[in-house]
């Protein structure tokens, strides 16, 4: 039987993929409970939320769903393929986000270990905006990136990707 979370270093680095996610004002307002041996559950925290900027609790939802993003790629990282129930009970426990079921999968893809790896390097920029426009070809691998695969290079790299992209694809920067 698969009991991946039996064992607390699993535990460890799933948790700690889930809490590296952004949230609303760095509010964390999530908890994760293992409630068996391969079930763990992601329940938003009432306590955390910001009843005045957030009076529906819209971003403590998205601020949810990016934890459990990063709970898909641990899980993947070790291997497991995550099954999620979103919202299994939202009239019994409004609070319950997801149930994840851990079960055996395929090794990780060289994609989805880079994308675990990268979950610590993530962190929002305050910069002011450039005021620059996107060019099209990027807004276009934006848009093909699909949920949580979307790379940006550094600005010294930016250029010479931007060219090399817009070269394949053989349109304009
Ligand atoms: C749903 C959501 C809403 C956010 N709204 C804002 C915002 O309005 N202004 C802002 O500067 N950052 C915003 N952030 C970014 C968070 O403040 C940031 O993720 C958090 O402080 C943690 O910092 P880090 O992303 O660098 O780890 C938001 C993040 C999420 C997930």
């Known amino acids: 039987m698969y009991r991946p979370l039996a064992d607390s270093g699993i535990v460890r680095r799933i948790v700690g993929a889930a809490g590296a996610a952004p949230s609303i004002h760095n509010t964390q307002p999530w908890r994760f409970q293992v409630a068996g041996a391969d079930l763990l559950e992601v329940r938003g925290d009432p306590e955390r939320m910001l009843w005045v900027a957030d009076a529906h609790g819209r971003a403590l939802h998205l601020s ?13 990282a070790t291997g497991g393929k995550p099954l999620v129930w979103p919202l299994p009970d939202p009239q019994g426990e ?8 851990l079960t055996a999968g395929r090794p990780a893809t060289l994609g989805e270990r880079e994308l675990f790896e990268s979950i610590w390097q ?3 920029s305050r910069a002011p905006f450039s005021g ?3 060019p099209r070809c990027g807004m276009g691998r934006l848009g093909a990136g699909g949920e949580g695969r979307v790379r940006l290079a550094p600005p010294a790299r930016c250029d010479r990707h931007r060219a090399r992209t817009a070269a394949r694809r053989g349109c304009r920067p």
């Open 122 to 124: 993530r962190h929002t």
């Open 132 to 134: 620059q426009r996107c």
């Open 64 to 76: 949810c769903g990016a934890a459990l993003l990063n709970i898909r790629l641990a899980v993947r």
């Open 94 to 101: 409004p609070t319950l986000m997801a149930s994840v079921q």
